[in-house]
C-alpha cells in the first residue's frame, strides 16, 4: 500500500502540475499566456491534491528529496528507501505520459520544441550549472525545512511520521502553500523542480513519446534537478534536527 500510495500520489502530482504548464504554455490551449502566477498556484495545489489523496497511507513523500531527507535522520527505515524512489519514478512518468494524452492535439500546433520540453522537465533561465544547482539546492531546502515545520507545529505530539501529519485536515494544505512560496519566490532561475523524480520522470517521457517536433531532452543539464534537490533535501533534515527543532 505505501508505494501504491507513492505511485499515485506522484501521478497525480505531475499530471495537475505538468497539466497547468501545458494549458499556459502549450499553442490554442483557452490558458495559453496564463502566466507564472497561474503556474506557481497549479503546482501549490497538485502538491495539495496529491497529499490529501495519499497521506494517511505513506506520508506523501512524493518525492526522492524528501525520502532521503527522513532517512537520514532516522524517520524512515533505509530498506524502504529505494521502493519509495521506484514508486516516484513510475508515478511522475505516468503523470507525464497523461499530460500528454490531455494535451494531445497541443504539440502539433506548437513550434518551440523547448515549450514542448518545458511541460515535462525543467530549465534554467541563465545556464550557469553552479548557480542553478545552489538554486535547487536552497529550493529544497526550503521544502523539507518547511514540512518538517509544519509538522512540528500541527503534530506537536506526534512520533514524527508524516502519515500522522498529513492524516489531519489543514497540514496537506499548508505544504500546498508552501510549495506556492517556493514557486513565487524561488523559482524564477531554474524553475523549481526540488524533486528529482518530478524532473526525471517526465523528462524520460518525453524522450519517449512520440511528440511532433521535440527536439531533445536536455540531458546535459537532466543531473542538476536530480542531484540538487538530494543534497537540499538532506541539508534541512540535518540543519533541523541539529538545531533541536526535531524535538
Do not use: C
Amino acid at each position: 500500500m505505501v508505494y501504491l500510495a507513492e505511485f499515485v500520489g506522484t501521478a497525480i502530482l505531475i499530471l495537475l502540475g505538468g497539466g497547468v504548464v501545458a494549458g499556459v504554455t502549450l499553442a490554442k490551449s483557452k490558458a495559453n499566456n496564463g502566466g507564472w502566477i497561474v503556474v506557481t498556484f497549479g503546482w501549490g495545489l497538485a502538491v495539495m491534491m496529491a497529499v490529501y489523496v495519499v497521506g494517511q497511507y505513506s506520508g506523501a513523500h512524493i518525492n526522492p528529496a524528501v525520502t532521503f531527507a527522513l532517512a537520514s535522520i532516522g524517520d524512515l527505515p533505509w530498506s524502504q528507501v529505494p521502493g519509495y524512489i521506484a514508486a516516484q519514478m513510475a508515478g511522475a512518468f505516468v503523470g507525464a505520459v497523461l499530460v500528454w494524452l490531455a494535451y494531445l492535439p497541443h504539440w502539433k500546433e506548437t513550434d518551440d520544441p523547448d515549450t514542448k520540453l518545458g511541460v515535462f522537465s525543467t530549465a534554467p533561465a541563465v545556464r550557469n550549472i553552479p548557480a542553478n544547482f545552489a538554486t535547487e539546492v536552497i529550493g529544497t531546502f526550503m521544502l523539507v525545512f518547511g514540512i518538517l515545520g509544519i509538522n512540528a507545529n500541527v503534530n506537536p505530539m506526534g512520533n514524527g511520521e508524516l502519515t500522522v501529519l498529513f492524516g489531519t485536515g489543514i497540514a496537506p494544505m499548508l505544504v500546498g502553500f508552501l510549495v506556492l512560496a517556493i514557486g513565487l519566490s524561488l523559482g524564477g532561475p531554474t524553475g523549481y523542480a526540488i524533486n528529482p523524480a518530478r524532473d526525471l520522470g517526465p523528462r524520460i517521457a518525453h524522450a519517449l513519446l512520440p511528440i511532433p517536433g521535440k527536439g531533445g531532452s536536455d540531458w546535459s543539464y537532466a543531473w542538476v534537478p536530480v542531484v540538487a534537490p538530494i543534497v537540499g533535501g538532506v541539508l534541512a533534515a540535518q540543519v533541523f534536527t541539529a538545531i533541536g527543532f526535531g524535538g
